[in-house]
Each structure stands twice: as C-alpha cells, then as structure tokens.
C-alpha cells in the first residue's frame, strides 16, 4: 500500500480577479507517476509553482510526508528532497553539462561554499555527476556547453539536474514539449526507469495524452483552477465530464 | 626554432605569455622612469577595481553602479589609518576589512533586488556615500584628506621596509596585487565560484538546487566590496590625497567600463580592460589638450570598441583568434606527422 506523500488543502491563489487555484484538496500517493492534466489555463502549472514554493497561496496548505512545507523557501524545499523541472527550458546555458549537473551536486554534499579548491578537486562530486549523466545518457557530452545542445538533449539535461538531488518528489513541468517522437520515448522511458529504480515519485504535468496514458499511474484532472476528476488511466478515458472538457481533443 | 615552435602550443601560449609579462614587470623598475611605474601600479589598482565589478557583473549577473562606495570605504579607511599610525598594512588590512563590513551591510538591502533594480539600488547607495563623505568631518569634508603618508611595510619587532620610493611602493603593489589575482583566480575556479556562475545563468533553476539565492548575492557583494575596498586602500598612499569623487558613479563607472572592454566572461578581461582603459584615457588627456574634450575621444573609441568587439577583447580573442590558432597547429601537426610517415 503506497503511503499519502502530497496532500493539499484548501488550496488558493488569485492574481486580482483572476482565480487561478480554487480550494483545491487533493492526496497523492508515493512510488507511483502521477499526471496532471486539464486545458490551458486550468491552472497546472501554479498548481505546481504553490506547491513548490515559487509562488505563495492566499490560503491553504500543502504537507509533504505529513510536514507542513506551505510557503517554505525553494532551497529548503530541495532539503526535503523536493525538485522540479520547469515548462520553460531553464539550464545554465553558459555552462558545460557537466557543470549543470555539478551545481545541484554541489550543496548535496555540502560543498558549495568551498572557494579555494578547484572546481574538479573533488572526486565525490565526480563520481556522482557522472552517474547522474549516465543515468539520463549525457555522459558523451559532459564538456559541451548546455546552451550549444540540442533541444531534447537540453530537456534530458533539465531532468538530469532535477533529479541529482535525490528527490523523493519531483515535479516535471511538460517534459516532452518541443520534442520529437523519439526524443519523447527517450524521455518517458527515462521517467518509467527512474520511478523503477530511484523510487522517485513523479507528479508531471503534461498536454500530450499519449504521454500521459502510457505513462501515468494516477491522473488528476484541472479545470478552471479545480480538480475535475481523478483516477486511473482507464477510469479518466471513461470520465464524462472529462470528455466534455476536452470535448473535440484527443482523450 | 624548431623545438621552439614544438614547445609553443596554444594551451601554452597563455602561460607562455604570462611569464614575459612578469619579467617585464619586474624589470620595469630598472629601465623605467616613476612616470610608466605609477601606470602600472594605476591599472593593476583599476583591475582589482574591475574585479571587483566583473565578480558581481561577469559571474553572478549583477550589474553595481555602486563600486566606488567601497573603493572610498577602503581608500579613506587606509588614509585615517595612515594619518593616525604610520603602518601600510595595517592601513590596507583595515581598510579591506572597513570596505567589506560596507558592503556586508549595504548588500543586505541590495541582493533582495536583481536587474535594473539592484542597479539603481547600488547606484543610489553610492551617491549617499559619495553625500555623506562630502559632510564628514572624519573624511575631511569635501576637500578630503590631504598629507597621506606613504608609510614603511612593517611588522613591528620584525621588519620594517620603506616604501618612499615609486620602486618600493611599486613592487609591493605588484606582489599584493598578484596575490589578490591569485586568489580570485582560485574564488571563480571553485564550487562557490560555480555557484556564482549558476546564479548569473539561471536564477530559478539554482533555487531548485538547494542553494540560498540570495544570501549567496550577499556573500559574492561582500568579496567584491573587499576588493574594491583593496583597490582603494593600495590608492591612498600612492596618490597622498583622496577626496569624495572616489565614491561618485562616475568613478564607479570607470571599473565597468575597463570590464567591458576587457571581457565580462572572462577571467583576465578586467586585467587587460584596466590597461587598455587607463592608457586610452593617458592619450585622449594627452592629445585632447583642452579640459573635458579627452571625454569626447575617449568615448568615441569606446563605443567603437565596445560595439566592435563584443564579448571584449580578451573574449574576442578566445572566440576568434585562439580557435584559428589551434586549427593551425593541429594542421601543422598533421602535416608534420605525413611528413616523417613519408
């Protein structure tokens, strides 16, 4: 039985008139990939951004393995073992993929202030970013700058430096938008792998829906900054007011 | 020649170079007049000061208008000492330590801002600094300090060496100096010197890394005020007078500038930037003649050079000549190695 790792309640947030997270409640459950789902505008991706402390509530609170983090600073969150990617592709683009990875590395093992040893006297650090690269196969192009890569590449690199960490929590923000067929199987079977192997839970927020119904465990539906519905993947397809949404689109 | 040219590789042309120019720096002394030594001691001061605002601009995506707060923090500082107690490191170590406590306490306002804002903020610092000097009665009001002793190098009970000499005083800015470079060398080559990269790179995605955004600002405004604070404390003996214009924004201005024309992303651009700014600045007061019109020329071939190579000049070099240097040396290599095969 997987235990509730995400549980939110009473979510709020508005921007002036503007209600974006209606009193959302919602428990989600650890070891398992967990889609997001719901038209644009529906409010997925502030969902994420209270959760992740990017953005405050008006009101209500998110727990994570039973521990209020409502409002707790982005770096502690990292601390908690929480990460995320984002829907924008945000990288260090002027630094090497090795250097990407490095920099999440870093802090994990209490390195970052160190200001007189060199950036490679370090071969705990090594040794890690390297399995982080192998893991998301980047490893060939350790001493490439992030920004020369191509746009899937520089997406397995954002998942790369999300998952370094160690979290026990990530958020993906729309992981296979702008990628071809093949770079998107590459990036669902790195999820799958993942989830398997690190026992990470995923929460991914994502438009493609055959991504999301090969991928997901559990889907959550948004609409209108309120959850729609939620359940399995056949429970959804089978969903009226689901279909009535998405009314024309591919589910 | 031949092994000459086989030693000569582009990765050893930097280091190759680095050591011609500290046998020429050495030397100078001996065939120079004071005149070319207190140019030297000028830009090495500019380049500690365009450190100080290439580590906030270039690494951590921070651009201050505020440098000169420190760089007075750390000059006023060193002259007081000076004017009170007659010891040149002494004067240099207070007034580093003075200058970092300044931008330790104006930097906790300044980092919770980025952009234009952290600008403006930093600007608007200097000029109260650059006010309050004008009203201190400490710092001599607006006339400043005058009568700044060039005070002997001295551990007391241990060594005391005079520095009235331009030479003296010359060699110990150039070992200071090269001891601060080092050090800076090894703080941007470091996982906090990463850090800092990461921060100027992505703001957000290094929040996600468990990394403090802003008290790393904080830290990273800190060293660059002590260093500033560095390149005012070595001016005040040199000079033997500092009045409030070394906190004005225009004199914030001028390690900008030296930094842009240098190279913003690279390590030596301040270096080579400080020199190329001081002696255009020389030659346009030299062939202006008039007051204020060396302004003129030397913004014309700012912006000639500041729109003409971008990325600086050292930056021009990594991006342009060094990779047509090593394409050629691989080529000759290649064509040696047919050659012997042959």
């Known amino acids: ?251 | 020649m031949s092994k000459f040219k086989e030693l000569l590789t582009p990765k050893r042309i930097p280091s190759a170079l680095l050591i011609v120019l500290a046998i020429l720096l050495l030397a100078l002394p001996v065939f120079g007049k004071d005149y070319y030594l207190y140019a030297v001691i000028r830009i090495l001061i500019l380049a500690l000061f365009a450190f100080s605002v290439n580590l906030l601009l270039g690494y951590t995506g921070l651009l201050s208008f505020g440098q000169g707060a420190f760089y007075a923090a750390g000059a006023f500082t060193c002259a007081r000492i000076l004017l009170a107690r007659p010891n040149l490191l002494l004067g240099i170590i207070c007034g580093v330590v003075i200058a970092g406590a300044v931008a330790f306490i104006l930097g906790w306002f300044s980092v919770r801002h980025t952009a234009m804002y952290f600008a403006m903020l930093t600007l608007a610092f200097g000029m109260m600094i650059f006010g309050f000097l004008q009203k201190l009665k400490i710092t001599g009001g607006a006339m400043g300090l005058w009568g700044i002793p060039r005070a002997p190098l001295e551990i007391p009970y241990l060594f005391s060496i005079s520095m009235k000499s331009m030479s003296s005083y010359y060699y110990f800015v150039l070992i200071l100096s090269s001891i601060a470079i080092f050090i800076f060398y090894r703080l941007v080559h470091s996982p906090l010197g990463l850090t800092f990269q990461g921060i100027r790179d992505s703001e957000s995605r290094i929040a996600f890394t468990g990394i403090s955004v802003r008290n790393t600002r904080w830290l990273c405004f800190v060293i660059a005020g002590m260093y500033a604070g560095l390149a005012g404390a070595l001016l005040a003996p040199l000079e033997g007078a500092v009045s409030p214009q070394v906190s004005h924004w225009a004199t914030s201005g001028d390690p900008v500038m030296a930094t842009l024309l240098g190279g913003m992303y690279t390590f030596s651009g301040p270096i080579a930037g400080a020199a190329i700014y001081f002696m255009l600045k020389e030659y346009a007061v030299g062939v202006a003649g008039e007051a204020m019109n060396w302004m003129l020329i030397l913004g014309a071939v700012m912006v000639a050079l500041v729109l003409g190579l971008r990325g600086g000049i050292v930056g021009s070099l990594q991006q342009s000549l060094f990779p047509r240097l090593r394409a050629r040396f691989a080529e000759r290599s290649s064509h040696e190695q047919n050659d012997i095969k042959h």
């Open chain 1, 1 to 251: 039985m997987n235990k509730t790792i995400l549980s939110i309640e009473g979510l709020r947030r508005s921007f002036g008139d503007f209600v974006a997270i209606d009193g959302i409640d919602l428990n989600l459950k650890s070891d398992i990939i967990t889609s997001i789902i719901g038209p644009n505008g529906a409010g997925k991706t502030t969902l994420i951004n209270l959760i992740t402390g990017s953005l405050h509530p008006d009101r209500g609170k998110v727990f994570f393995n039973g521990k209020d983090i409502t409002r707790l600073h982005t770096d502690k969150m990292v601390k908690k073992r929480i990460t995320r990617s984002f829907q924008v592709m945000n990288i260090f683009p002027r630094l090497t993929v090795f250097q990407n990875v490095e920099l999440p590395i870093l802090p994990l093992l209490g390195k970052s202030l160190k200001w007189f040893s060199g950036i490679d006297d370090h071969p705990d650090v090594t040794e890690e970013v390297n399995k982080i690269l192998e893991e998301v196969r980047l490893l060939d192009k350790r001493d490439v700058f992030a920004g020369e890569l191509a746009h899937g590449d520089q997406r397995l690199l954002e998942m790369g430096i999300a998952i370094a960490p160690r979290p026990e929590l990530c958020f993906l923000d729309e992981p296979s938008s702008g990628m071809n067929p093949a770079e998107c199987t590459r990036v669902m079977e790195l999820i799958e792998r993942l989830a398997a192997e690190e026992k990470i839970t995923f929460i991914v927020v994502e438009h493609d829906m055959n991504v999301v119904f090969s991928l997901s465990d559990w889907i959550v539906v948004m609409n209108r900054g309120k959850i729609l519905a939620e359940g399995e993947p056949e429970q959804i397809k089978e969903n009226k007011e689901v279909r009535e949404v998405y009314l024309g689109e591919e589910v």
